[in-house]
């Protein structure tokens, strides 16, 4: 019941409940030319308050309708420069780690489209990594000490401390950009044995904390096409950029996504995810 109604709520047009209000307004304030009980009460709204209500529904419904059609009709897509500039901060993040020898798996709804062989969903308005929080790292390092590197890799980073998440924006503007997850190695007992976790502060991780086994040993498989002048050779695997994903990628995508109904393994964009791209005017960027 929680998953339908989660998915229900992820899935609905949000201009909707605005129109419904707004129809129920305006045929209430209609309701002072209609003998009844409620004609005094209708009586009180003012022809102003009538008309802005009239003008503030037929925009709800325009863009309910516009909504709509992004949704079914381009299936809430990015324009074609995001979709490349998002794949372009891929690659160099995996390049700049591989320099770093530093260990990333791609993560989240990333891991999704390689596990099912695609590249980037054309709704995707991020690419998500996680690495193992630098302050466990052998020898141990800090993120800001990972910040000022990735600045000088020629990154724009931010930190949000109380989701442990570092984004690498491009330097030609906000919009496309890599979200790094910060995990942090610890302990917790199962059946009375301690078992190794991975644990981050981010609320919105559905699996968390993670079993260790489920992400160690890191598997390699490919992913993007390679860009030659970029990747180096052993980074490359017929043709295609290899990626780093968890040791368990399908149970760990099971247990992240078993609140949405149906297969993780069938793609599937929530109106709930693509009013962020309609609002942010991604479709135009």
């Not at 129920?24 to 003998?35: D, E, K, N, Q, V």
């Not at 381009?74 to 891929?90: G, P, Q």
């Not at 599937?268 to 005017?281: A, T």
């Amino acid at each position: 019941t929680l998953t339908m109604a989660f998915s229900a709520l992820q899935n609905h047009n949000p201009f909707i409940l605005p129109a419904i209000f707004l129809g129920a307004f305006i045929y209430f304030s209609g309701l002072s030319r209609t003998p009844g009980k409620w004609r005094n009460y209708a009586q009180k709204i003012s022809s102003a308050h009538r008309l802005v209500a009239k003008v503030l529904l037929a925009i709800s419904v325009f863009l309910l309708v516009c909504f709509e059609v992004y949704y079914f009709g381009y299936s809430c897509r990015v324009s074609e420069k995001y979709y490349n500039e998002n794949v372009a901060l891929a690659r160099k993040t995996i390049q700049f780690f591989e320099k770093e020898n530093i260990e990333i798996w791609i993560d989240y709804a990333s891991l999704l489209c390689v596990l099912r062989g695609q590249e980037v969903n054309i709704w995707d308005h991020d690419v998500d990594f996680s690495l193992i929080h630098p302050g466990d790292h052998n020898p141990p390092t800090s993120v800001n000490d990972l910040l000022k590197r990735l600045v000088e890799y020629g990154f724009r980073p931010t930190y949000e401390p109380s989701r442990e998440l570092i984004q690498l924006w491009s330097p030609l503007g906000k919009g496309p950009h890599i979200d790094l997850w910060l995990w942090k190695k610890d302990k917790m007992k199962f059946n009375d044995f301690d078992r190794d976790v991975l644990v981050t502060k981010d609320a919105d991780v559905f699996y968390n904390p993670r079993m260790a086994t489920d992400i160690f040993p890191l598997t390699r498989t490919p992913w993007l096409p390679a860009d030659p002048s970029q990747i180096t050779p052993e980074s490359v695997q017929q043709g295609k950029l290899l990626v780093n994903i968890p040791a368990q990628a399908h149970a760990v995508s099971s247990r992240e996504f078993n609140s949405y109904s149906g297969s993780y393994m069938i793609p599937l964009v929530f109106r709930g995810d693509c009013f962020h791209n309609f609002f942010n005017l991604r479709f135009m960027y």
